[in-house]
């Protein structure tokens, strides 16, 4: 097929990804924004794109929804190439961050903007029908008539989402749409987006750099730094599987401790890290006697105790701080050798344990598993 037009698969095609970058590259004069992206999306499925700004993933994101055209390599929708296809022409809507909300316009007249700019344009009670369902979709059934400023953040929100999935679309792509609403508001959000997604069976796709809103929505994950992929995946394969120290230290909290392999022994490495202290952890890909590494120990797999249970071989370390934060306190300690280090404990055993204060002199504890030997890179 060419570029001229979309065409849907036909039913034979339907096992295909639904959205694919194939060696994609982008420059922006001399700046690389994307370097040989290859990813295949699944129809109906919930991906992110995650990592810090700058580092590719609202470009990719943009070159899915045709705001941008590919220096080399192949989108694809439904495994035709649309690298130069217009925007208005793929089946695709865009969530954009701050919404692009009209203020002159009613709520209804905004969710059914994109319907009457379609030629042939649909007749109006076709249109009042679809906005009157994308309303009921996000819960705003009655605020047809309101206006844009009359509205909160989050029924702005609302508002765009109806908008965007009015259309129709097989991709829905989402621009860190939730940077500006507040906490409490944000984690409503993400449950309602969830809902919405498995209700309409649309492919959404995320762009954040909220490790926790990548992590609590999504089925995979895409993982980028300066303009690559590093690492795709389920939130719990990356979380408990990472590639490299900078993916354990994206995706979650870990503490790190650097060195260099000594010795092995099957999949589990030892570590010496300084002052003659040896850590043992699993590798997760291959490593070799004498590579710099770094010991990832996730805060959760920590214990604090007072005193270590015969057989335990625990760290004795000082609170410098404690974080209160309801359901978990957070530990800041120090050990002579290792440095600082995070350690999160449940409130439940705070309830059976008692508190630790700072300047408490404690032992720390973890399993050897639950240490994982990682590439530094």
Known sequence: ??????????????????????????????????DDLNLSIRAGEFLSFLGPSGCG?????????????????????????VNTLEPYRRPVNMVFQHYALFPHLTVAQNIGYGLRQRRP????????????????IVRLDGFEGRRIWEMSGGQQQRVALARAI????????????????????????????????????ITFI?????????????????????????????????????????????????????????GLDGGTARVAI??????AGRALAPVAAGQAVSVSIRPEQIRLVRAAAGGET?????????????????????????????????????LSDGPFNAGEQLTAVWDAGSALVLDKD
Not at 172 to 188: F, G, I, Q, T, W
Not at 226 to 239: H, K
Request: hydrophobic share 40%.
């Open 1 to 34: 097929m060419s570029e001229a037009g979309y065409t849907p698969p036909s039913a034979t095609a339907t096992a295909s990804p639904i959205a694919e970058l194939r060696g994609v590259t982008k420059r922006f004069g001399e700046v690389l924004a994307a």
């Open 206 to 262: 995320l762009v954040t750099h909220d490790q926790e809103e990548a992590l609590s929505m999504s089925d995979r994950i895409c993982i980028m730094r300066d303009g690559r992929i590093v690492q795709t995946g389920a939130p719990r394969e990356l979380y408990d599987q990472p590639r490299n120290r900078y993916v354990a230290g994206f995706v979650g909290t870990s503490n790190f401790f650097d060195g260099a392999v000594t």
């Open 166 to 201: 009015v259309n129709e679309p097989k991709l829905l792509l989402l621009d860190e749409p939730m940077a500006a609403l507040d906490r409490k508001l944000r984690k409503e959000m993400q449950i309602e987006l969830q809902n919405i997604q498995r209700r309409l069976g």
């Open 57 to 81: 993933k609202t470009t990719a994101l943009r070159m899915l929804a045709g705001f941008e055209t590919p220096t080399s390599g192949e989108v694809r929708l439904d495994g035709a190439v």
């Open 121 to 136: 344009k649909p007749p109006r009670a076709e249109i009042d029908r679809k906005v009157r369902s994308a309303l009921e």
């Open 314 to 350: 625990g760290w004795p370390v000082s609170i410098l701080n404690r974080i209160f934060l309801g359901e978990h306190t957070e530990y800041l300690v120090k050990h002579e050798s290792l440095g600082e280090f995070m350690v999160l404990t449940p409130r439940q055993a705070e």
């Open 274 to 279: 300084r002052d003659g202290i040896v850590l």
